[in-house]
């Protein structure tokens, strides 16, 4: 009896703990997808004591399908076993198993990042949005999402301001201290590593700080005609240039069905930095070779530009509140240049503020993600995007 109290409010019925003790493998295997669909919408930590248990003892299955399915319900376990459990399937001798605990893992860290980010009142924001979007509708969202992005370019110009300041004086001491090496014939082994190091880090932190400032930039923008397919090209080799030693090993296939001679008026340079940033979203997805598919048509008074990745797609979670400052949608891996959380922000704020255009994401885990940026076809300055 007791047993039954403490099971019924968690969700884990009698059939659903036979189901995951049963002799049939495949009953196993569902059964562990219904434990990751609970996890998935109840954190309480006593339904993770008992999921742990479970899942812990299923990590050993004789079955590989089934040490598969106990990977995939990881990503929803939030107890201190989580850690024992995907070491374990990352070192299991099935591909397909260790495969699904390193996609766990990653969706883990985007999660955790969001987490990170989302601290205190950030937190209750991002529930906000999230619930604004589900209850009411994306319109309304996306208005809040706007209302914190003014608000957040107000206090980060500023800031980003004060920082490159101190920056620029850095490295020009940084400079300095190269030149005097040179006659000295001080650049031994250690030093010359030290000071190549240091410079290297102040070139990340330029980067992060002028996306900062990029994002904080509330200048009236400069419309001119731009052929579309020249401002892809330019966007997708700023990505390969980002991504020079991975793409070589990797192997991204582009496909781009852009007509040479579609045109709108845009703030070219500023539409070239956003759509590096979608694209440049899509490469940090992809785990090996990936496909990236560009379209772009005339659509009545619109342009309507689609940038679909075969990638890793994003949780819900992430997908929901992508456009808002400080959410990565990022895998924090090595070759990646942006860690501020800024790229789809800054996208957002050159699309829907500057061009009186949309963004929309669409995204499913494991298949990729498809943003549709919808533009008009001619417009001015005067017309003003804020």
Not at 105 to 117: A, F, G, K, M, S
Not at 163 to 188: E, H, Y
């Amino acid at each position: 009896m007791a047993t039954e109290l403490q099971r019924e409010p968690l969700g884990i019925s009698d059939r659903l703990t036979a189901d995951l003790n049963s002799p049939d493998w495949a009953v196993r295997g569902q059964a562990i997808q219904q434990l990751g669909e609970l996890l998935r919408k109840n954190s309480a930590p006593a339904l993770g004591a008992v999921a742990a248990g479970h899942l812990k003892r299923l990590a050993d299955d004789g079955k590989w399908e089934v040490r598969h399915a106990v990977a995939g319900a990881l990503q929803y376990l939030l107890h201190p076993d989580f850690d024992k459990i995907i070491a374990k399937l990352t070192d299991d001798p099935n591909g397909y198993v260790r495969s699904a605990a390193a996609q766990t893992l990653q969706r883990r860290r985007q999660l955790t990042r969001l987490v990170e980010h989302a601290g205190g009142e950030h937190e209750a924001l991002l529930r906000e949005v999230t619930h604004l979007r589900s209850r009411y509708s994306p319109d309304l969202a996306d208005k809040a999402i706007r209302l914190g992005q003014t608000y957040c370019q107000v206090s980060v110009a500023g800031i980003a301001h004060d920082i490159l300041n101190v920056l620029t004086a850095l490295q020009q001491s940084l400079r300095s201290l190269d030149k005097a090496f040179v006659p000295r014939g001080a650049r031994t082994g250690k030093a010359l590593s030290a000071l190549e190091d240091a410079k290297r880090r102040c070139t990340m932190i330029e980067r992060s700080v002028r996306d900062l400032k990029d994002f904080a930039d509330r200048t009236p923008s400069e419309f001119q005609r731009a052929k579309v397919l020249e401002m892809i090209h330019e966007a997708v080799g700023m990505v390969e240039d980002q991504f020079r030693d991975e793409t070589r090993a990797r192997r991204v296939r582009k496909d781009i069905a852009v007509g040479e001679q579609l045109a709108i008026d845009a703030p070219r340079v500023h539409l070239v930095e956003a759509l590096t940033n979608v694209i440049k979203n899509s490469y940090e997805s992809f785990s090996n070779d990936g496909v990236l598919s560009i379209s772009a048509r005339a659509s009545g008074e619109r342009l309507v530009l689609e940038i679909t990745d075969n990638g890793c797609g994003m949780p819900d979670e992430v997908r929901q509140t992508a456009f808002m400052p400080g959410t990565s949608t990022k895998k924090g891996k090595a070759g990646c240049t942006d860690n501020t959380g800024m790229g789809l922000a800054n996208a957002y704020k050159v699309i829907e503020q500057e061009c009186a255009g949309e963004i929309r994401i669409a995204s499913e885990e494991g298949r990729g993600t498809t943003v549709t940026i919808s533009l008009p076809m001619t417009r001015s300055s005067s017309d003003g995007g804020e």
